[in-house]
């Protein structure tokens, strides 16, 4: 069974760049990719969304590569409030679209 | 804007029993999709209604099933409870499907004894 795999966990100091990669090698040739941000006790709060190449916003970058079977999520200058769980969700090809999170990055920031 | 509102917050049930959740989304957004979360699974997805219709299932068993009103409300629906069936269950409504920004409600702690 196809997985959308991420690594489990990672640790970062205040102010540097965290690079969370997000591996999909079966994803739906129509669908999105999008990342996600968890807190304990809260639900996931969207953070990023793209379909191709490079997509930024005021928090993040996303970058995707042609293939498509990988994505990175990319953090500026993270803070300690950047502590989280961080998912990316995709759709992976196959019948139903299956709607698919990644297995979860803990992010712990250091100060 | 009022956020995605689950209820209720906590539960507690017993194996055989049934139980029924409820979803409010934002004002305006027609798509709710449910999400199972466990320890051991992670975050799972359930189903997605759009429109009061069954757009896209995930991979589980005919237990677990939905249905969307009118007004966009989303109910989910657990018979023949068994002890794995213990998660976070988490309602998240957008515009128009999973491949929209989401918003996520605090979602409902189930436990089954």
């Known amino acids: 069974l196809a997985k959308t795999t991420q690594p489990i966990s990672m640790d970062s100091y205040e102010g540097q760049e965290v690079n969370i990669t997000c591996s999909h090698n079966n994803i739906a040739t129509n669908d999105y990719i999008t990342w996600y941000q968890q807190f304990p006790s809260q639900g996931p709060r969207f953070i990023i969304q793209g379909y191709k190449t490079k997509v930024t916003n005021e928090v993040a970058s996303l970058f995707i590569p042609a293939d498509r079977k990988s994505s990175t999520l990319s953090l500026p200058r993270v803070s300690l409030s950047d502590t989280a769980v961080y998912y990316c969700l995709v759709a992976l090809s196959g019948g139903y679209q299956k709607v698919t999170f990644g297995t979860g990055t803990k992010l712990q920031v250091i100060p | 804007k009022a956020g995605v509102t689950q209820t209720p917050r906590y539960l507690i049930k017993t194996r055989g029993q049934q139980v029924t959740l409820s979803c409010s989304p934002i004002s305006g957004h027609r798509s709710v999709s449910w999400y199972q979360q466990t320890p051991g699974q992670g975050l799972q997805f359930l189903f997605e209604?759009?429109?009061?219709?069954?757009?896209n299932k995930g991979n589980f068993p005919g237990r677990f099933s939905g249905r969307q009103f009118s007004n966009s409300r989303s109910e989910m629906n657990v018979s023949t409870l068994e002890l794995g069936d213990s998660a976070l269950y988490l309602c998240a409504s957008s515009l128009a499907g999973h491949s929209y920004e989401q918003y996520f409600g605090p979602g409902t702690r189930l436990t089954v004894t």
């Open positions: 209604y759009f429109s009061e219709t069954q757009r």
